[in-house]
């Protein structure tokens, strides 16, 4: 594997980073389970914490990876296993909108990892294009 070591640096940064999120706010689950706006609220502000931790995640990863690889769904995986494992086993504040709020984060954490990667092949684009002009401009 040619990206061992990134995606060790980068599996141990999200993981570390996605279990903070989760201790930190888990007195804000117990909201999720409030029917109307407010849990509603809450449950997508969950949401959207973790898409943006998988987005820019995942494309600051691809952004230096050449091959085709498919690390970046590792990436989301990872994001999404501690405050899954929260909810599903630690958290007793939730016990009716416990399954939503799983398929709440994991959905969140997917549709970060894929738009993630669309943004990260586009820089991937621009860095080789960089990269190029620079060496152009070394060999002449």
Same mark, same amino acid.
């Given at each position: 594997?040619?990206?061992?070591?990134?995606? +060790?640096?980068?599996?141990?940064?999200?993981?570390? &980073?996605?279990?903070? $999120?989760?201790?930190?706010?888990?007195? +804000?689950?117990? +909201?999720?389970?409030?029917?109307?706006?407010?849990?509603?609220?809450?449950?997508?502000? +969950?949401g959207?914490?973790?898409l943006?931790?998988?987005? $820019?995640?995942?494309?600051?990863?691809?952004?230096?990876?050449?091959?085709?690889?498919?690390?970046?769904?590792?990436?989301?995986?990872?994001?999404?296993?501690?405050?899954?494992?929260?909810? =599903?086993?630690?958290?007793?504040?939730?016990?009716?909108?416990?399954? &939503?709020? &799983?398929?709440?984060?994991?959905?969140?954490?997917?549709? =970060?990892?894929?738009? =993630?990667?669309?943004?990260?092949?586009?820089?991937?684009?621009?860095? $080789?294009?960089?990269?190029?002009?620079?060496?152009q401009?070394? =060999?002449?």
């Amino acid at each position: 594997m040619q990206h061992g070591a990134r995606l +060790f640096a980068y599996t141990t940064w999200v993981v570390m &980073i996605s279990l903070a $999120i989760i201790v930190f706010t888990n007195r +804000f689950l117990e +909201f999720v389970t409030d029917p109307g706006w407010i849990g509603l609220v809450t449950l997508l502000a +969950f949401g959207f914490v973790y898409l943006n931790l998988s987005y $820019i995640s995942v494309k600051r990863f691809v952004r230096k990876v050449f091959e085709q690889t498919k690390l970046h769904y590792v990436l989301a995986l990872l994001i999404f296993l501690p405050p899954g494992f929260w909810v =599903g086993f630690m958290s007793d504040e939730i016990e009716g909108s416990r399954l &939503i709020t &799983i398929v709440v984060l994991a959905f969140s954490c997917g549709l =970060g990892a894929y738009y =993630g990667h669309r943004s990260g092949k586009r820089q991937q684009k621009e860095y $080789i294009e960089k990269l190029r002009q620079k060496q152009q401009a070394k =060999g002449e």
